[in-house]
């Protein structure tokens, strides 16, 4: 069923639903065939159609307002994109402080296009030369690692005025905590491999348009290049999706309590949440956001620093991704990630927020004494 009138929660339970047909299962099941019985009409074959796609699929055209599409990945779901919209010397937009692999993609991997690249840091100040003569502006906000924020409406219209085709990395936000094509975006993606299926036992992607036309293209590319997503993994991702509305607000509210407990601690510098009130990102984050997630990000003094702090934490894996239930921390720099050596993206899991607190707390504690910082 269609959910627009009723609240998250609603909508997270019942988006993609199957009818109440008396005598059929009421949760989604999964459809795990390659073939079916041929029709002049329906599926046929596993790589082209499948039911439980669908079902994922019109559960988040419906959270993100737009028809989706969904991928075996985050990562397919870009690179689908950036392959279906660009051709040869196109000019594309990338965030030169967003998600890694979309600029490694397009510099090693489309280099046959001889693209027009140009990395733009999310909080630059973006005018008319930034998106002039751009095919595609890809923006991700908040920016992953750092959780910068920019303003989707303001480079939308910029980007609309040059002829650009602009798409959001939703990721961090997921459809609960914005909604980039109602604020004129043409294009929303994600990895659901994060919060949205927010289990850590699933990679998955998808990409979600206003544009019909765009939307027959990425399916058509998506059978032809085989980036298809298993019919199990996106019923996980359904089934996930279902209690993302009570995810997302532990997740928000252990990292509010986070938050509080590092702003002022001795250690802890560069402390980045967009849901506080005095974080740099908070005026544009509060304009277009729905509500805030549970990822943070800090500095430690250095890479050492991290390694500690991660051993004497018993309820934060040292572990990348984001999103899940558990709580998990990753050094960014130890992926390449152009951030400071002891910089710590934190994923606030589902733990009582007294638990996690204090365990970061205790942990921070038993780091060396020598060398605080000083503010
Ligand atoms: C993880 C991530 C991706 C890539 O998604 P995969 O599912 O790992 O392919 C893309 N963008 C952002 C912001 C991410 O965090």
């Not at 986070?258 to 005095?278: C, E, F, Q």
């Amino acid at each position: 069923m269609t959910t627009p009138d009723f609240g998250d929660g609603t909508r997270c339970v019942h988006a993609g639903a199957p009818p109440s047909t008396p005598g059929t299962p009421v949760p989604p099941q999964p459809v795990l065939a390659a073939q079916f019985h041929l029709s002049d009409s329906g599926d046929f074959y596993g790589r082209a159609t499948n039911p439980t796609w669908r079902a994922l699929e019109s559960a988040l055209g419906d959270l993100d307002g737009g028809e989706c599409v969904v991928y075996s990945s985050g990562m397919a779901a870009i690179s689908a994109l950036l392959r279906t919209v660009l051709g040869p010397g196109d000019k594309v937009v990338l965030p030169s402080d967003g998600y890694y692999l979309a600029r490694s993609y397009v510099r090693e991997h489309l280099t046959a296009l001889n693209l027009d690249v140009h990395e733009v840091p999310t909080v630059a100040k973006w005018t008319p030369e930034t998106v002039a003569n751009a095919r595609l502006v890809l923006l991700e906000t908040p920016s992953n690692p750092g959780l910068d924020v920019c303003d989707i409406a303001a480079i939308t219209t910029l980007a609309h005025e040059a002829g650009a085709l602009v798409a959001v990395d939703n990721t961090t936000a997921t459809p609960l905590g914005q909604r980039p094509l109602a604020l004129g975006a043409d294009v929303t993606l994600a990895s659901d491999t994060k919060a949205l299926s927010g289990h850590s036992d699933v990679v998955l992607g998808h990409i979600t348009t206003t544009n019909p036309t765009l939307a027959a293209q990425l399916r058509a590319e998506r059978t032809a290049s085989g980036a298809v997503p298993g019919p199990f993994e996106t019923w996980l991702a359904h089934r996930g999706l279902g209690t993302l509305d009570l995810r997302l607000a532990r997740q928000a509210e252990n990292a509010n309590a986070l938050h509080k407990a590092l702003s002022d601690h001795p250690r802890v510098r560069n402390l980045r949440w967009p849901g506080s009130p005095t974080d740099p990102a908070y005026p544009t984050a509060t304009k277009q956001m729905r509500r805030f997630g549970g990822v943070l990000a800090f500095e430690l003094e250095s890479a050492a620093a991290v390694d500690s702090f991660l051993d004497a934490a018993r309820l934060v894996a040292s572990a990348t991704s984001f999103g899940g239930l558990h709580s998990s921390a990753d050094r960014r720099a130890r992926w390449g990630d152009p951030v400071p050596a002891g910089l710590l993206r934190f994923s606030c899991g589902c733990e009582d927020p007294q638990d996690l607190t204090a365990d970061v707390l205790k942990a921070l504690a038993a780091l060396s004494p020598d060398k605080p910082h000083t503010h």
